[in-house]
């Protein structure tokens, strides 16, 4: 193995997907949905694919969902993004991060991040040689202490990687936090690359503000985001960037070496649920909020301790109330002995000592399979 890669371990997803299907345990552990989006946008793919949208599509994405994902920043959120400049479509979110990292960090530059980090993030970060700086949102706030924030982000950052609503705690960046990040990025001419696939999956009346929206931000920063979590698609691997020109091409200059394009008769699709099924994704929201609860409920009368999430479809919990100091011990021995998976985010933390105790559990499945994960869970010794 690349000694690039060599000291990144694999995707702990696949690991405890592998283990759930193994054992038959109830995988509350990866993301994904037990319901797929709406059927009109599976009826617009399946139109797609016979009326032959099925040759490469052109690199930076099909124009039909080039122009949908600028109107849907217009519709949400003001911004006004040239469909043909500003906007790149990508597989899936995660070569989005890929792509823009690539595009953007030589070896050696600094790159600020909150931790817990999702996977590929350092994955990704490792792949380009950055240094990595990371802010740690630390149990059970999960919050970004500002004078973290003002240390981590210097001349010597490149960009700043940030994802709200936060997987895999929950935090929804505040209004205030965003500013203090846009301030230091203004101040010191650094770069924001924002990861918000949960843009729409927020709870309590939260909204999502985009930090590209904030006053001298749009043209530092590059915003990412997919079809997979808000039309619960996650196969499909659709996703996006859109900012100004310049960083729409570092993505486009990368992504044309590794996929060259996405998919083809997905992206009409997409651009169908963007345009014609605009409400689904906050109707998703609703229903995930009653599926936090339960699940939130439940973990709290097994003895865990949930941080109750503001966004996302996930909940952290302390497991050290139980008597298990390490969380990825626990989440190893649980399918055997209750029949659930979950995942431990210690490997999250660059800073070990503060996720060790932590474990993630994802609420985007039916009820009954939540209740049922409960029910073990209470059952089990
Ligand atoms: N984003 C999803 C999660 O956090 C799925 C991740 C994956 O399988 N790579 O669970």
């Given at each position: 193995?690349?000694?690039?890669?060599?000291?990144?371990?694999?995707?702990?997803?696949?690991?405890?997907?592998?283990?759930?299907?193994?054992?038959?345990?109830?995988?509350?552990?990866?993301?994904?949905?037990?319901?797929?989006?709406?059927?009109?946008?599976?009826?617009?793919?399946?139109?797609?694919?016979?009326?032959?949208?099925?040759?490469?599509?052109?690199?930076?994405?099909?124009?039909?969902?080039?122009?949908?994902?600028?109107?849907?920043?217009?519709?949400?959120?003001?911004?006004?993004?040239?469909?043909?400049?500003?906007?790149?479509?990508?597989?899936?979110?995660?070569?989005?991060?890929?792509?823009?990292?690539?595009?953007?960090?030589?070896?050696?530059?600094?790159?600020v991040v909150l931790?817990?980090?999702?996977?590929?993030?350092?994955?990704?970060?490792?792949?380009?040689?950055?240094?990595?700086?990371?802010?740690?949102?630390?149990?059970?706030?999960?919050?970004?202490?500002?004078?973290?924030?003002?240390?981590?982000?210097?001349?010597?950052?490149?960009l700043v990687l940030l994802n709200t609503?936060h997987?895999?705690?929950?935090?929804?960046l505040?209004?205030?936090?965003l500013?203090?990040i846009?301030?230091?990025?203004?101040?010191?001419?650094?770069?924001v690359v924002t990861d918000e696939?949960?843009?729409?999956?927020?709870?309590?009346?939260?909204?999502?503000?985009?930090i590209?929206?904030?006053?001298?931000?749009?043209?530092?920063t590059?915003?990412?985001?997919?079809?997979?979590?808000?039309?619960?698609?996650?196969?499909?691997?659709?996703?996006?960037?859109?900012?100004?020109?310049?960083?729409?091409?570092?993505?486009?200059?990368?992504?044309?070496?590794?996929?060259?394009?996405?998919?083809?008769?997905?992206?009409?699709?997409?651009?169908?649920?963007?345009?014609?099924?605009?409400?689904?994704?906050?109707?998703?929201?609703?229903?995930?909020?009653?599926?936090?609860?339960?699940?939130?409920?439940?973990?709290?009368?097994?003895?865990?301790?949930?941080?109750?999430?503001?966004?996302?479809?996930?909940?952290?919990?302390?497991?050290?109330?139980?008597?298990?100091?390490?969380?990825?011990?626990?989440?190893?021995?649980?399918?055997?002995?209750?029949?659930?998976?979950?995942?431990?985010?210690?490997?999250?933390?660059?800073?070990?000592?503060?996720?060790?105790?932590?474990?993630?559990?994802?609420?985007?499945?039916?009820?009954?399979?939540?209740?049922?994960?409960?029910?073990?869970?209470?059952?089990?010794?």
């Open positions: 193995l690349a000694r690039r890669l060599a000291h990144v371990p694999p995707t702990v997803f696949s690991e405890m997907s592998a283990l759930a299907l193994r054992t038959g345990a109830i995988n509350l552990g990866q993301g994904f949905p037990d319901v797929d989006g709406p059927a009109s946008v599976v009826a617009a793919a399946e139109a797609a694919l016979e009326s032959g949208a099925n040759q490469y599509a052109p690199g930076i994405g099909v124009p039909a969902l080039r122009a949908a994902i600028a109107r849907h920043q217009q519709r949400n959120y003001g911004l006004e993004v040239d469909p043909d400049r500003e906007v790149v479509v990508t597989t899936g979110c995660t070569e989005a991060v890929a792509a823009a990292l690539l595009g953007l960090v030589d070896p050696g530059d600094e790159v931790e817990p980090y999702y996977d590929s993030y350092v994955a990704m970060l490792e792949m380009c040689g950055a240094q990595r700086r990371p802010v740690t949102l630390r149990a059970p706030a999960f919050r970004p202490d500002p004078d973290e924030l003002r240390a981590a982000i210097t001349d010597r950052t490149k609503p997987n895999p705690t929950g935090t929804v505040t209004g205030e936090e500013q203090l846009a301030d230091l990025a203004v101040e010191h001419d650094v770069l696939v949960y843009e729409h999956l927020v709870f309590d009346g939260r909204a999502h503000v985009p590209a929206t904030l006053p001298g931000m749009w043209e530092r590059l915003t990412l985001s997919s079809a997979g979590k808000s039309y619960s698609f996650t196969g499909w691997k659709v996703g996006w960037a859109t900012g100004p020109a310049p960083l729409v091409q570092a993505v486009l200059a990368a992504k044309q070496w590794l996929t060259f394009t996405s998919g083809s008769p997905l992206q009409p699709a997409v651009a169908h649920a963007l345009d014609h099924e605009p409400d689904w994704p906050r109707a998703l929201a609703r229903d995930l909020q009653g599926r936090r609860d339960l699940l939130c409920d439940g973990l709290a009368a097994a003895g865990l301790t949930p941080r109750v999430p503001e966004g996302t479809y996930f909940v952290t919990t302390d497991v050290s109330h139980l008597g298990w100091a390490d969380g990825r011990e626990l989440c190893l021995a649980l399918p055997e002995r209750a029949g659930v998976v979950a995942i431990p985010t210690q490997g999250f933390y660059d800073d070990v000592d503060a996720g060790r105790h932590l474990v993630r559990w994802a609420f985007c499945k039916q009820p009954e399979v939540i209740s049922e994960g409960l029910r073990r869970l209470a059952e089990a010794d």
